[in-house]
């Protein structure tokens, strides 16, 4: 059974991508150091796939430290590095973080893959490559525009690192560029945990409409989009997380072709801010509390994907639409309410 190294394994979408690795057959461990994530959320793992998921509680970024996992599982036969900070906000306020933490780790995990011949390789990149593109949808062969964040700085700069550590070694890689992933698995069992109050826009509604945030923000609506607000390509978790089966597949199945392959994740449909916000209001029936307010800086202005090629080369086919998203997004946040609901009338008489 091929065992893969999953880094981030108990982020938002390590861990939707972990489920989906064991249903299809695969053996996997995690390496986390669980700065914005739990490890607890390992549990739900388990409850989904009967499987007991092992996590590294190690921080990528110590060359000695993540070299001990792969001493540890000489039988690693890939990994996906999904392990970096992923907010464009906070990204253009904390550079040097962004910079830090993600190139570090990344050449870490690429320099052990190198010492230990483990020649399949998954990165997560983000659409957040292209910049602010000349014309949409894009396809993989777009051109880089100069990056608006810190965060897609990181991508386009991890992405040349990759392409460079596979042409040296001839190992093969595969980057999939994430648009929005968004959701959560229908079991209600995983979904976004952000730390604080979120920087995503899907989070932001559905904390909002619960009632844990008073009331959230529309980021600018005077951009040159059909409602004035910023327009992307929301994808569903779960189909973010068949990708990397299929691209494990993929490179398990082509060991002999070209070194580095690059795929769009995106449904291919662009929706705005406030096109969102009606969809989540239609679906929920709960009417939000938002304003209008400026814009963020690194936003970019409207992006959304050409998704032939995950299509047609990894048989990629996304299967929630923008109702499905918004829907098992808001089970998962009602059932957060009701977990702390129940929490605390448990602990209420001991207090
Ligand atoms: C979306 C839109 C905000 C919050 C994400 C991931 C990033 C990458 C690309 C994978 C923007 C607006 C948000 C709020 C708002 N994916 N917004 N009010 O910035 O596109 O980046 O997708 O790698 O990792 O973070 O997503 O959800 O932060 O913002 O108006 O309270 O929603 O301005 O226009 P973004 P986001």
Same mark, same amino acid.
């Given at each position: 059974?091929?065992?893969? =190294?999953?880094?981030?394994? /108990? ?20 390496? *986390? ?30 060359? #000695?430290? !993540? ?7 000489? *039988? ?9 900070? +992923? ?26 893959? #190198? ?11 983000? /659409? !957040? ?67 604080? +109050? ?23 609506? #005077? ?6 607000? /910023? ?14 089966? =299929? ?12 070194? /580095? ?5 995106? !449904? ?47 048989? $990629?086919?996304? +299967?929630?639409? =923008? ?6 997004? $808001?089970? $998962?946040? =009602? ?17």
């Amino acid at each position: 059974m091929n065992k893969i =190294l999953v880094t981030g394994g /108990c982020g938002y979408i390590g861990v939707h991508t972990l489920v989906d690795l064991i249903e299809n057959g695969y053996d996997v461990i995690s390496a *986390d150091n669980n700065s914005r994530s739990s490890d607890t959320i390992l549990e739900s793992v388990e409850m989904i796939t009967g499987k007991k998921v092992k996590n590294y509680k190690v921080d990528l970024c110590i060359y #000695d430290d !993540t070299f001990a996992i792969f001493q540890e599982n000489p *039988d690693i036969s890939g990994i996906i590095h999904f392990a970096a900070y +992923k907010s464009v906000g906070e990204s253009v306020k904390k550079p040097l973080l962004y910079f830090e933490n993600n190139l570090n780790s990344l050449i870490n995990i690429l320099k052990c893959a #190198d010492e230990f011949g483990i020649s399949n390789f998954v990165f997560s990149s983000s /659409c !957040t490559v292209y910049g602010n593109p000349d014309s949409i949808p894009v396809t993989e062969e777009s051109p880089m525009k100069t990056a608006q964040s810190a965060y897609g700085a990181t991508k386009q700069m991890g992405e040349q690192i990759v392409r460079e550590a596979v042409n040296c070694n001839s190992s093969k890689a595969i980057l999939l560029r994430y648009f929005n992933p968004v959701g959560a698995h229908p079991s209600t069992l995983l979904g976004e945990l952000p730390l604080g +109050k979120p920087e995503n826009l899907v989070p932001a509604i559905t904390q909002t409409a619960i009632g844990k945030l008073p009331m959230m923000q529309v980021f600018g609506t #005077d951009y040159p989009t059909r409602d004035g607000s /910023c327009l992307r390509d929301y994808i569903h978790v779960c189909d973010i997380a068949h990708a990397h089966t =299929l691209a494990f597949n993929y490179l398990l199945e082509h060991k002999d072709e070209a070194n /580095c392959e690059v795929f769009n994740l995106g !449904t291919g449909n662009g929706y705005t801010v406030l096109e969102l916000i009606n969809e989540f209001e239609k679906m929920s029936g709960v009417k939000l509390n938002y304003r209008l307010g400026p814009r963020r800086p690194g936003d970019v202005i409207a992006i959304y994907a050409n998704n032939d090629k995950a299509k047609n080369v990894l048989g $990629w086919n996304p +299967k929630y639409n =923008l109702g499905d998203m918004m829907a098992t997004a $808001w089970k $998962w946040e =009602l059932k957060l309410k009701d977990d702390e609901n129940i929490f605390n009338t448990k602990n209420a008489g001991l207090n």
